[in-house]
């Protein structure tokens, strides 16, 4: 039984599929909080570490932040360069961050927690639900298309990205495959349900479980 004192719903979620949307409505729904960008910006309090760095670096696996800088990434703040004085956080050690912030999120109260591995680091909590939100790719490309102007050609290239860059995130930080349904409490399709149907059906889940 999931008790109201200790509900955390992390939801993973394809790029376009309205994850955030929905994970957002659940949490309105059943008045609890909501935590998406709020990890960056606790994570960076926390740590000292200014927090462009965290979001250059957000759900993605790459080598370095000097490689971000080389590819073009750079920043004219002065802050930025001092945090990397002594050594560029790795991408291990800012994992580590939003790790600890993600399960002090999750001892605070209940919660509808969005991405970066929440339901790997939170595996062992007594009341996590994790979820997986997916859509086909059509749907997903009009959803992408609409919201950020694009062509549904770009969207398709931003779409496969996007998610690739998510898979190989999760798949190199847990011992998990991302989208994996064996991962998972419960995974639905957005795209056959819509947003509303989607965040109705998962709270009427929460609360069979809390029955």
Not at 77 to 93: E, H, L, R, W
């Amino acid at each position: 039984m999931y008790m109201a004192n200790n509900l955390v719903i992390s939801i993973g979620r394809q790029f376009g599929s309205g994850g955030r949307e929905i994970g957002k409505g659940v949490a309105e729904k059943l008045g609890i909080a909501f935590y998406d960008k709020e990890i960056l910006a606790q994570s960076a309090k926390d740590s000292g570490i200014v927090q462009e760095i965290f979001e250059s670096m957000d759900e993605k696996r790459t080598p370095s932040l000097l490689y971000n800088l080389s590819m073009g990434a750079g920043y004219a703040n002065p802050v930025f360069y001092a945090a990397m004085d002594d050594a560029v956080p790795t991408s291990d050690k800012l994992f580590r961050w939003q790790a600890a912030t993600i399960e002090k999120f999750a001892a605070a109260g209940p919660c509808v927690i969005i991405g970066r591995c929440a339901d790997y680091i939170l595996r062992d909590h007594p009341g996590l639900v994790s979820i997986f939100i997916y859509s086909d790719m059509d749907k997903r490309c009009q959803r992408i298309s609409r919201l950020y102007n694009l062509r549904e050609d770009a969207a398709n290239v931003l779409i496969r990205k996007t998610d690739k860059s998510r898979a190989s995130y999760y798949n190199f930080s847990t011992d998990r495959e991302w989208g994996n349904m064996g991962n998972y409490d419960l995974c639905l399709n957005s795209g056959t349900l819509g947003v509303e149907k989607s965040i109705d059906l998962i709270c009427d889940y929460i609360g069979r479980l809390r029955g």
